[in-house]
């Protein structure tokens, strides 16, 4: 069956440090690749996105890029902000699977000053 | 535009007792998906609805039930509740047309606490 695998937290990095949060996937077929963050007692927010491979997704200075070789769709920041504090989930999901996502457990991310 | 809504926020049951979660989709969007998030997981598909029915089921009893209105709204219904359905429920909308890289958008969640 489809699966993701992520890194496990807490990460605990210092605000300005660089980002990597791992995530490698296993399915049949080629999935679209999404990351979504989660924000203390909040839902989940869509984060960036890729559908094919070699694509890069990026927002708010996140970036990750769909590796079909290697399986993976790590997630990278250049500066980290206390702000980006949160539960970051990669995910996958396929056309005729009527979009259900599969979602790793989840890397809790804590920026320290 | 109004984003996905759920309610209530926080519900509090005991063990036996039937549940009624509802979702808002997202203005335009026709198809809505329900997940449960326990405490330190990721979220597990429950179901997903489509043009009023059940298009797709994850691995829940059928403890869990859901409905979907003409409206695209729709409702998470869980009949006698265990200490395990203890957990956060999030509703997601997208809309099917789009297919697959479609972004599924999600509400704040219900969580839900079972005594």
């Known amino acids: 069956g489809n699966s993701v695998t992520q890194m496990e937290g807490p990460v605990t990095l210092s605000e300005e440090a660089f980002l990597t949060i791992n995530c490698t996937y296993t399915?049949?077929?080629?999935?679209?690749l999404f990351w979504y963050v989660q924000y203390p007692g909040e839902g989940l927010q869509l984060l960036l996105k890729?559908?094919?491979?070699?694509d890069k997704g990026s927002n708010k200075g996140f970036e990750a890029t769909y590796r079909k070789e290697t399986t993976s769709f790590h997630l990278e920041k250049g500066s980290v902000q206390v702000s980006d504090s949160a539960v970051y989930f990669c995910?996958?999901?396929?056309?005729?699977?009527?979009?259900?996502?599969?979602f790793g457990t989840g890397t809790q991310l804590k920026v320290e000053l | 535009d109004a984003g996905v809504t759920q309610s209530p926020t926080h519900l509090i049951k005991t063990r036996g007792q039937q549940v009624t979660l509802r979702c808002s989709p997202k203005?335009?969007?026709?198809?809505v998906s329900w997940y449960q998030q326990a405490l330190g997981q990721g979220p597990q598909f429950i179901f997903q609805?489509?043009?009023?029915?059940?298009?797709q089921r994850g691995n829940f009893p059928d403890r869990f039930s859901g409905h979907q209105f003409p409206n695209y709204s729709s409702e998470l219904n869980v009949n006698a509740l265990l200490l395990g359905d203890s957990a956060l429920y999030l509703c997601?909308?997208?809309?099917?047309?789009?297919?697959?890289?479609?972004?599924?958008?999600f509400g704040p969640g219900t969580r839900l606490t079972v005594l």
């Open positions: 399915a049949t077929g080629y999935p679209s």
């Open positions: 995910a996958l999901g396929f056309t005729g699977g009527g979009n259900k996502l599969t």
């Open positions: 890729a559908t094919k491979a070699d």
């Open positions: 997601a909308s997208s809309l099917k047309v789009a297919g697959v890289g479609d972004t599924q958008y």
């Open positions: 609805y489509y043009e009023e029915e059940e298009r």
């Open positions: 203005s335009g969007h026709d198809t």
